[in-house]
């Protein structure tokens, strides 16, 4: 079974552009959630998706925003890149319920 | 979400037991504990999760203690592939604000000796 894939993996950035990150969920997986990890701050739950709705979201300003399609796949954007964004966005899968999550080697995402 | 604690660090000889403490002294009657490690440059790898009852898969063991208020992960035969940061996660079960939500600490850095 093929596992969660994220792309790209890397990507720069310059200050004040958009960037959308995309995650293919594993199959028969409808739960896809964003993380954001960073030295500083860790990793950091951003949101939830559930066929096709945001379940919950984490402390990030409205500049983070995500979707989710039909098929479970699922994006996430975001506007007016700053500096601080500079981390590693991480998708992770999960049938949904008490099931576990499973990662994503994620997309590498710098701002200069 | 229940807080964790787990030491900094841990050292390990390869072909040994490594055994990850994790205090959560707060946890409810319906949050679980996972398990996940993260190796250098790739996502955090699920490892194992439990409720109350002790728990073993291919990867690793989970004890939890009979008042869950700690719980232990152990990796029978650690090798050098085993060198990874081990987070401990307590997380209420499924429903409104817990939905899709890990709260990860600092975690375990564990290395492996040869």
């Known amino acids: 079974k093929a596992g969660v894939t994220q792309t790209p993996r890397y990507l720069i950035k310059t200050r004040g552009q958009q960037v959308t990150l995309s995650c293919s969920p594993i199959?028969?997986?409808?739960?896809v959630s964003w993380y954001q990890q960073t030295p500083g701050q860790g990793l950091q739950f951003l949101f939830e998706?559930?066929?096709?709705?945001?379940?919950n979201k984490g402390n990030f300003p409205g500049r983070f925003s995500g979707r989710q399609f039909s098929n479970s796949r699922s994006e996430m954007n975001v506007s007016t890149l700053e500096l601080g964004d500079s981390a590693l966005y991480l998708c992770?899968?999960?049938?949904?319920?008490?099931?576990?999550?499973?990662f994503g080697d994620g997309t590498r995402l710098s701002i200069l | 979400d229940a807080k964790t604690t787990q030491p900094p660090s841990m050292d390990c000889a390869e072909g040994r037991a490594a055994n990850l403490p994790c205090n959560h002294s707060?946890?409810?009657?319906?949050?679980?504990v996972y398990w996940y490690r993260q190796i250098h440059s790739q996502g955090p790898q699920y490892i194992i999760h439990g409720l109350k009852n002790n728990e073993t898969n291919e990867m690793a063991s989970l004890i939890i203690t009979e008042d869950r208020k700690s719980s232990t992960l152990i990796l029978p035969h650690a090798t050098l592939r085993d060198t990874a940061v081990y987070y401990c996660?307590?997380?209420?079960?499924?429903?409104?604000?817990?939905?899709?939500?890990?709260?990860f600490g600092q975690g375990t850095i564990l290395t492996v000796h040869p």
């Open positions: 996660i307590v997380r209420v079960a499924a429903g409104g604000t817990s939905y899709g939500k890990l709260t």
């Open positions: 199959s028969g997986h409808r739960s």
């Open positions: 992770a899968s999960s049938p949904g319920g008490n099931q576990p999550q499973h």
């Open positions: 998706y559930f066929s096709e709705t945001q379940r």
């Open positions: 707060t946890i409810s009657g319906n949050e679980y």
